[in-house]
């Protein structure tokens, strides 16, 4: 069977100051065996980005449920949430948020990929090559990011088919993102996969994700919110 979990943990940073957790994660497999999964970063700058991403990540997978396009799923995402904001009368740009989501067909061995903002996706091919999906904005200035409400998210979002057996997929937002990642290269950490991988296979995706996002190194590095959602194929399922 194939299996995914989804966790998002709240950072240091705002235990101490009392803010909740700002990230937000789903995931679901569908009865006809497809995987959906979303992960989504508020922006730190915002009061309301944890009502952002949560809403971000459930109406995505929602609309990409009902057969609709990657690209139209975020646009449909992004009207939601403002329709929300509207009429509960807050303010849509306090409720900012990045967004990535994911679509497995197993069977038919294809995903398909979307992201805006600076979190990221790694996934792992029958080769056992780890693969690198993120976003091609560069920011100008520091702790600048794309997001979901974007004026012209059209061209914010990043779409990719993949036409492959993909056996392992994360989605990260950027508090996991240094430790997974060689951001000099620009390609996944290899050793922190290949430890993911097996651990997955020895105890399950759950445990390994709790294991990793409750780590005392990861904290070390960051203070930020930490998320991590992940689907694996099955040792007995590979062909």
Not at 54 to 69: D, E
Not at 116 to 121: A, I
Not at 177 to 197: A, F, G, Q
């Amino acid at each position: 069977m194939s299996n995914c979990f989804a966790l998002s943990v709240t950072g240091s940073s705002h235990k101490r100051i009392g803010l909740p957790c700002q990230d937000a994660s789903y995931c679901e497999k569908s009865a006809d065996g497809l995987i959906y999964i979303a992960a989504a970063d508020g922006l730190g700058s915002c009061k309301h980005s944890d009502i952002g991403a949560k809403l971000g990540v459930k109406n995505i997978i929602r609309f990409l449920k009902q057969g609709i396009s990657m690209p139209e799923s975020f646009e449909f995402t992004k009207k939601q949430i403002v329709g929300f904001a509207k009429r509960v009368k807050l303010d849509p740009k306090q409720m900012l948020t990045t967004l990535q989501a994911a679509v497995i067909n197993p069977a038919k061995k294809t995903t398909v990929l979307g992201i805006v903002g600076d979190g990221g996706v790694v996934y792992t091919t029958e080769d056992n090559k780890h693969h690198l999906f993120i976003s091609d904005f560069e920011a100008e200035y520091c702790n600048q990011t794309q997001h979901l409400l974007d004026n012209n998210l059209r061209d914010s979002v990043k779409v990719s088919t993949l036409n492959d057996t993909v056996t392992h997929l994360s989605l990260f937002t950027d508090g996991v993102r240094s430790t997974v990642v060689d951001e000099e290269n620009k390609t996944p950490h290899s050793p922190i996969w290949i430890y993911l991988l097996h651990k997955s296979e020895q105890q399950g995706l759950e445990a390994t994700i709790n294991t990793l996002l409750n780590n005392h190194q990861i904290a070390s590095i960051t203070d930020d919110d930490l998320t991590m959602a992940s689907y694996c194929l099955n040792s007995s399922d590979k062909r």
